[in-house]
């Protein structure tokens, strides 16, 4: 197990990152049919690609989930993996074309590096091009290049965000299933690990510690603005699911961003998740989507424990926590 998303056989994942603009994007690529979900709790999201997700639309499969920084503007570079996906005659065949469907979330992190730098489509081509199966780069890379966590107080006190991966072959599940997920940590509230309680990455007090931001909330509400935040996860497996149980999975696994994000879901963030199934294991819907939400709680702690300080924002590693 190589502790990722690429453990789910067909799922592939590259990267195209820019440290001096501090932004990027993460392609996801599935070499073969993927049912797909989405779920969104928080009330910012900016996507592409989703309404046909629910459970009125027709094409649930798509080729590719794209997580990206630039907030609004991130959306173009969903445009370079289509034509890189478009180049290698991969999409649903309409008789006249074959056409690549791609889902893609975005992030805010405009504020972090420099505003003027946002993913277009050369750096979604670049990142559909880099795009394997095996190990990855994790922390300040990809979509969660600019990502920071804990802003209630200004980004001049916030933490660096950072992307992260997990993976399980569940004890005593259906034989050979698997379930994994990746994040991109760009969260309003603090990061803490369920196990301990402690916070790993949040608001920076004047004193050096970290701040409670359900505690500051009263105080600093007024100061919050609209979507600056906004935390994308992936959960994959390689069970057979429908397109019911494969929402179902999106829904459960937010459980595993309430176990780590404190607050999460508000108004200022865009929270989503989507769910891939590429069928092969028969597999209860329950038991995914609990998987699910464990894992995702493993790679958001992963993110900030991985990542490193960028643009003044500085890591959990700074603080001596990234082990802990």
């Not at 649930?60 to 920084?69: D, E, S, V």
């Not at 940590?185 to 196990?195: E, I, L």
């Not at 500051?216 to 069970?239: F, K, Y």
């Not at 696994?253 to 998740?273: E, K, M, N, Q, W």
Request: charged letters at 20%; one cysteine or more; hydrophobic letters at 45%.
């Amino acid at each position: 197990m190589l502790g990722n998303l690429c453990d789910v056989p067909g799922v592939l994942v590259g990267h195209a990152t820019d440290p001096e603009g501090a932004t990027g994007c993460t392609a996801v690529l599935f070499g073969r049919p993927a049912v797909v979900g989405v779920d969104v709790r928080g009330s910012s999201p900016e996507t592409r690609g989703t309404a046909g997700l629910g459970q009125t639309g027709i094409v649930r499969h798509r080729q590719g989930i794209l997580l990206t920084g630039g907030s609004a503007f991130g959306l173009s570079a969903a445009d370079g993996m289509i034509r890189f996906l478009e180049e290698r005659g991969i999409g649903l065949d309409v008789g006249v074309a074959r056409i690549p469907l791609v889902s893609a979330a975005v992030l805010f992190d405009l504020a972090v590096g420099s505003a003027g730098a946002r993913p277009d489509a050369a750096m979604g081509y670049e990142a559909a091009a880099s795009a394997r199966s095996g190990t990855f780069a994790e922390g300040s890379v990809g979509a969660a290049t600019g990502a920071s966590v804990g802003n209630i107080l200004g980004m001049e006190r916030a933490m660096k965000g950072g992307l992260g991966s997990a993976s399980a072959r569940p004890d005593g599940a259906e034989e050979g299933l698997i379930v994994a997920a990746l994040v991109a940590v760009n969260a309003f509230g603090d990061v803490r690990d369920p196990a301990t309680g402690e916070t790993l990455a949040g608001p920076r007090l004047d004193d050096g510690g970290l701040g409670d931001t359900v505690g500051l909330l009263p105080e600093a509400a007024a100061r919050v603005r609209w979507g600056e935040n906004t935390t994308l996860g992936i959960v994959a497996t390689n069970a057979r699911l429908d397109t019911s149980q494969v929402q179902k999975v999106a829904e459960m696994a937010h459980d595993g961003l309430a176990r780590t994000i404190s607050p999460v879901h508000t108004t200022v963030d865009g929270d989503l998740v989507f769910a891939a199934a590429l069928g092969e294991v028969d597999a209860t819907t329950d038991v995914v989507g609990a998987w699910g939400a464990r894992v995702l709680s493993e790679a958001v702690l992963k993110a900030v424990r991985t990542t490193r300080g960028l643009s003044g924002l500085p890591s959990a590693s700074e603080y001596g926590l990234e082990d802990r």
